[in-house]
């Protein structure tokens, strides 16, 4: 096949802001054209009839965890792949917290390697911003940024040096390399499993005040200022941390912020009975915290929406609610969860996708997430509407800890593409 045309679709399109009946034609792994549904369109060699479904860029997923190496039996490249075009994710930028850490050229161009022949998806690393994540020694950003890395960062664990950070924040700005923090003060965070309140305190978690956010974000939005490094901070879950991500942006600080789908859906009332799927890292916060965060994701002021997926077995979770690993599998469920927000009538599809798919885009310097002419053809077809409820045992991700286990949920994909062609779904 040279040529594909995708007609009869409802077209998604986040950097024009627009829902509309249209077609897509596809030629070489791009788009190639694209017009309203009065247009004629071009030939092609297979034409497929959408049924009046929305087709959007694939989704762009930063902070993925795949278990390689180290941890495969949780999950591999495959199944991560898998699970990724399931949910209609075509690119995956993963995480560098694996055993051992992904530290150097070496590790990073075995997991590249692995990723390009196994995972059927667009895959994209970030390396560790420092040696062993363990805040002492920054990595060699420059040799790690010529082998491929996209981003460092050291994930949901602080540099707590600020001369390492600051020092490591001005050499990733002379590189022109992004680094992504977890903005948290430790030893506010150590221990606690909750979010302070009185929820927690009926529960007798160990509790955190969402200060320590705003904490950790105050500081780092100072070395951000002092290097003039490219920040995106991972997840934004309180309302007390958005002033000064506001003022940062104001002021012109090349930043970015991003908020997990799990904390944009469910707030701290979800772990109810110690419900240890529901235990993650930062911990589910209040409902206003909720509220607020999903304000600025329709300002602007938070730029994009991932899964945060981090599997889990069994064994990890099947503990007291303090015990248990934090973190859950999201890559098949962050475009029904997301969905969520559309039928609330918080967020309309364009804008949706424009978190999901155009701004992690964007900040990575990929050309996805888009629908224009010569952008690749990584694309999702889904209906929105089609209602199910989630069995936990049909996901394609080796581990199974979601917390939206026999959940309802409000829509399905179809189709999964990349580089024009269908990885997922029916012919």
């Known amino acids: 096949m040279t040529s594909l045309l995708l007609r009869n679709a409802r077209l998604i399109d986040p950097e024009a802001g627009t829902d509309t009946p249209g077609w897509l034609h596809l030629s070489q792994g791009r788009i190639t054209a694209t017009g309203p549904a009065e247009e004629d369109p071009p030939g092609a060699d297979e034409v497929r009839d959408c049924r009046g479904k929305c087709l959007a860029p694939g989704i762009v997923d930063i902070g993925v965890k795949v278990c390689e190496p180290g941890e495969r039996h949780k999950e591999s490249y495959a199944s991560a792949g898998r699970a990724a075009a399931a949910g209609g994710v075509t690119t995956i930028v993963t995480r560098p917290d694996t055993s051992p850490v992904i530290d150097s050229p070496e590790t990073l161009e075995f997991v590249a390697r692995r990723a390009a022949s196994d995972a059927a998806v667009n895959v994209r690393h970030m390396a560790a911003l420092t040696k062993r994540r363990e805040g002492r020694e920054m990595t060699e950003i420059g040799f790690l940024r010529d082998a491929g890395a996209v981003a460092f960062s050291d994930c949901d664990t602080v540099v707590t040096n600020t001369k390492v950070l600051s020092r490591a924040l001005a050499y990733a700005r002379a590189l022109g390399a992004l680094v992504m923090l977890h903005p948290q003060d430790p030893g506010l965070t150590a221990g606690a499993v909750a979010t302070s309140g009185k929820f927690a305190s009926l529960r007798g978690l160990p509790a955190v005040s969402p200060m320590a956010e705003r904490m950790g974000l105050d500081r780092d939005i100072a070395l951000v200022e002092m290097t003039g490094a490219a920040v995106h901070f991972d997840q934004i879950t309180t309302a007390r941390a958005l002033p000064a991500l506001e003022r940062a942006k104001a002021n012109g600080l090349d930043v970015s912020a991003g908020v997990g789908i799990h904390h944009l859906t469910l707030n701290e009332m979800d772990v109810a009975d110690y419900r240890t799927f529901f235990k993650l890292k930062p911990p589910l916060r209040a409902e206003d915290d909720r509220q607020a965060v999903l304000e600025a994701l329709r300002s602007g002021v938070i ?99 979601t917390p939206f286990d026999g959940a309802r949920m409000q829509g399905r994909v179809l189709a999964t593409f990349v580089g024009g062609n269908r990885i997922f779904g029916d012919p």
């Open 303 to 401: 730029d994009v929406i991932s899964s945060m997926h981090t599997p889990q077995d069994e064994e990890s979770k099947r503990l007291p609610f303090e015990e248990a690993a934090s973190g859950a599998v999201a890559l098949e469920t962050l475009l029904p969860a997301a969905l969520r927000l559309y039928h609330a009538g918080a967020l309309s599809l364009p804008q949706l996708f424009r978190a999901l798919s155009l701004n992690p885009a964007r900040r990575l310097g990929l050309e996805a997430g888009r629908l224009a002419p010569d952008a690749p053809a990584d694309l999702v077809l889904f209906d929105p509407e089609v209602p199910f409820v989630l069995d936990r045992w049909k996901l394609h991700s080796k581990s199974k800890n």
